[in-house]
């Protein structure tokens, strides 16, 4: 479900699971998890690039999962959602994302803590989380005010609206757009491009980049979180969860 590339000092994580969309489940977030962790540890390692297969970036998170979750009966997990959300906080060298289609939920709020953000013309984005009676995730309710403003992050995470690739970058969202059969080649040239660099001089750089911004992430993380563990399995996530395994639209109304 995750394959690791090597290219010189850039290493590639695509996410490899086609069959649905590249939808996160466990065995998805501890292994992302403990690639992201391997990488910042190995010295060859200076830039780290993080695609998906065929048509998708991520679907987010395997709604059969999350609703097995919701009624208490989800798997074991060793790191889970919330590890990887800290390992990616903290991660000490460039993250460049190379977005290759559909990115939702998960597949949008990672932009929000990548250095450089390539995406496709034919990607789209939905963060949709009021749609499932849920919270935003991924420290998104910090850094998407960061990097879009206020009016267009409180639109994104809370209209449950897809928002394509022209506007992604309009908002700040996705850093250059590229033709699909261009997006990997672009990507990787500009990795190579920072992986050129010293190691200790990029550590150095994100850190002072990040330095004022790392505890409000960790303390955002920590709020949604507590938001997402009071809504999910609530009224309007089991509505929404219901809705999603009987292949409807979900009927919100006289739920608060």
Request: hydrophobic fraction near 45%; aromatic fraction near 8%; charge should be negative.
């Amino acid at each position: 479900m995750i394959e690791l590339t090597d290219d010189g000092r850039v290493r590639t994580i695509t996410f490899r699971r086609p069959e649905a969309k590249n939808a996160m489940n466990t065995a998805m977030w501890d292994g992302t998890t403990d690639a992201f962790i391997a990488a910042a540890d190995d010295p060859r390692i200076a830039v780290v690039v993080l695609t998906g297969s065929e048509d998708s970036f991520s679907a987010g998170q395997d709604l059969f999962e999350m609703a097995a979750m919701a009624a208490g009966d989800g798997p074991e997990q060793q790191h889970g959602f919330a590890g990887l959300c800290r390992t990616l906080i903290d991660f000490p060298k460039p993250v460049v994302l190379a977005v290759n289609g559909v990115g939702l939920g998960f597949g949008v709020t990672i932009l929000g803590l990548a250095d450089l953000v390539f995406a496709s013309t034919n990607a789209r984005f939905k963060c949709p989380f009021t749609e499932l009676g849920v919270a935003p995730e991924l420290a998104s309710s910090v850094a998407f005010p960061h990097l879009l403003g206020r009016q267009n992050a409180s639109w994104v995470l809370m209209s449950s609206e897809w928002i394509d690739a022209e506007r992604a970058h309009e908002m700040g969202l996705v850093f250059e757009l590229c033709q699909p059969d261009e997006l990997m080649d672009r990507t990787m040239t500009a990795a190579h491009t920072l992986a050129a660099k010293p190691i200790s001089s990029l550590v150095e750089t994100k850190a002072t980049i990040m330095a004022s911004l790392r505890p409000a992430l960790h303390a955002a993380h920590e709020r949604e979180n507590a938001a997402f563990a009071t809504l999910m399995g609530g009224p309007a996530n089991l509505e929404a969860m219901t809705a999603f395994a009987e292949k409807r639209a979900p009927n919100f109304e006289g739920i608060d």
